[in-house]
């Protein structure tokens, strides 16, 4: 993506460039594997430190082992994620965040300070909105 022009003209110009398939929009496609239910929750768990599978698991006990596998197995296939099998009885897995992880968390970190301070507001926002648009 070229450095000059708006965010709008250089996401316009990358659609251009995909014949307008938004589906191949470079930002959709980077940020999909993080806007998941459960992504960014592993992420902050992972930017803490290496977890082995069940302590990811007590960690968010909301979500199913399925879900769990499934979320990680996506995190690694973006890079976000390195998984790495020791050779004991039977087998440990550790999950661990990559330097490409660890790049992309810096800005989602910012997001998350900015949706704790602001949680209020757009839970105000939200109430005003349905009160006004009630029927």
């Given at each position: 993506?070229?450095?000059?022009?708006?965010?709008t003209?250089?996401l316009?110009?990358?659609?251009?460039?995909?014949?307008?398939?938004?589906?191949?929009?470079?930002?959709?496609?980077?940020?999909?594997?993080?806007?998941?239910?459960?992504s960014?929750?592993?992420?902050?768990?992972?930017?803490?430190?290496?977890?082995r599978?069940?302590?990811?698991?007590r960690?968010v006990?909301?979500?199913?082992?399925r879900?769990?596998?499934?979320?990680?197995?996506?995190?690694?296939?973006?890079?976000?994620?390195?998984?790495?099998?020791?050779?004991?009885?039977?087998?440990?897995?550790e999950?661990?965040?990559?330097?490409?992880?660890?790049s992309?968390?810096?800005?989602?970190?910012?997001?998350?300070?900015?949706?704790?301070?602001?949680?209020?507001?757009?839970?105000?926002?939200?109430?005003?909105?349905?009160?006004?648009?009630?029927?």
């Amino acid at each position: 993506m070229s450095t000059t022009g708006t965010l709008t003209e250089r996401l316009n110009h990358e659609r251009l460039k995909n014949d307008g398939n938004i589906h191949n929009c470079p930002v959709r496609d980077v940020l999909d594997a993080v806007n998941g239910r459960w992504s960014t929750l592993l992420l902050v768990a992972l930017a803490e430190r290496p977890y082995r599978f069940g302590e990811l698991r007590r960690l968010v006990p909301d979500i199913s082992q399925r879900m769990l596998t499934q979320t990680l197995q996506e995190l690694q296939r973006e890079g976000y994620v390195h998984r790495e099998v020791f050779p004991t009885r039977p087998p440990a897995v550790e999950y661990s965040m990559t330097d490409l992880g660890r790049s992309i968390f810096e800005p989602i970190s910012q997001l998350i300070e900015w949706a704790d301070k602001n949680h209020g507001a757009v839970r105000d926002a939200r109430r005003s909105f349905d009160g006004e648009h009630a029927a």
